[in-house]
């Protein structure tokens, strides 16, 4: 027993210790560095998905406004303007016919010359067979089943731009397009009252170019954007200084530059914002969207209709 005591090594203090585990305070100060670098991670994560749907909010706000302009843009560019001078060209025919017709029934309307001394006397005038043109019935101008009408907010006007449902659909490229302003809900669950941009699509020809909402029972009625704080149209064509906000080529028109002719280009101006949303802001375009063929009578096209020449013959001017 004693050799056994005496042979027990004494134990370092270093050893001591190093047996030993955490004591509570350690494990409580690990424990709130742990918990305050959750904190901050999760802060962190949080700020990031934040930033990133705020990131995406923008985007989708903005592909939304591009989208909507590309739509206009196009529908603008394919407008459509008919232009059937044949008919004012062949009744103008008719006029002048009739006028010459009636100046040879006239007593000494080409009076004859004296021969000269010597020379044989001439021959009895031979008799001019009548001109069945003379007598003919002008022919009635037909309804005018293209227009461009608008003004600073809205308008309407007739496209080339229409998409068949399915194909070989008995339904023709032309189209009567709308675009006015209205309300509408929109957002999550609709709980949104804005002012949305309606595009309305008309395919039955009509010689009626109302603007706004079409009140016919064949058209298509969509929203092509909600939230919007500025809609403006502008319109220029050919000759003109500067930009106008009102554009009517309906042959009842007051306005002689607009009357028969479609602009070259309109100027949208389109800005979105939903303003019940704190974390949205104001997303604005504007485009010049030109018009592929506005198909206006030029001064060649003017004199030919001013100054028709006789069947058979040549004239000059566009063929429409």
């Given amino acids: 027993m004693k050799k056994a005591l005496s042979s027990s090594r004494p134990v370092s203090i270093a050893a001591f ?30 700020s990031g998905l934040q930033s990133r749907q705020k990131v995406q909010r923008q985007i989708a706000e903005e592909s939304r406004l591009r989208d909507a302009m590309r ?17 004012a060209s062949y009744n103008k025919v008719l006029e002048l016919r009739k006028k010459k017709a009636a100046e040879q029934k006239q007593p000494g309307s080409s009076p004859t ?17 009548p001109d069945p ?17 608008g003004n600073s907010q809205q308008m309407t006007f007739t496209t080339r731009n229409h998409i068949r449902r399915y194909v070989d659909a008995p339904e023709s490229d032309q189209a009567t397009i709308f675009y006015y302003l209205g309300s509408c809900r929109s957002g999550e669950n609709n709980k949104y009252l804005s002012t949305c941009l ?17 009140s016919e029972d064949d058209v298509q009625t969509q929203v092509l954007v909600p939230f919007v704080t500025e809609f403006k149209l502008r319109y220029i064509a050919a000759g003109m200084s500067d930009f106008t ?14 009357r028969g002719n479609f602009p070259d280009a309109v100027e949208i101006s389109l800005t979105l914002h939903n303003k019940e949303d704190k974390n949205s802001k104001p997303q604005s375009l504007t485009w010049l969207a030109p018009i592929r063929n506005s198909n206006n009578p030029d001064e060649s096209d003017k004199e030919a209709q001013a100054s028709p020449t006789p069947a058979g013959g040549q004239s000059g001017g566009r063929q429409q």
């Fill in 17 to 46: 210790y190093s047996q030993r585990g955490f004591t509570l305070i350690e494990i409580m100060v690990a424990l709130l560095i742990l918990a305050g670098l959750s904190v901050l991670m999760a802060q962190s994560v949080r």
């Fill in 71 to 87: 739509l206009l843009a196009s529908d603008v560019g394919a407008a459509f303007h008919h232009r059937d001078y044949t008919i």
């Fill in 113 to 129: 010359a004296t021969p000269p001394t010597g020379a044989p006397s001439p021959s009895a005038t031979p008799q001019v067979a």
């Fill in 133 to 149: 043109l003379a007598s003919a019935t002008p022919m009635p101008t037909p309804a005018q089943l293209t227009a461009f009408v």
């Fill in 198 to 214: 309606n595009r309305t699509e008309r395919v039955e020809p009509s010689n009626d170019f109302p603007l706004g909402a079409a």
């Fill in 245 to 258: 906000e009102s554009w009517d080529s309906r042959a009842e028109s007051t306005d002689a530059v607009t």
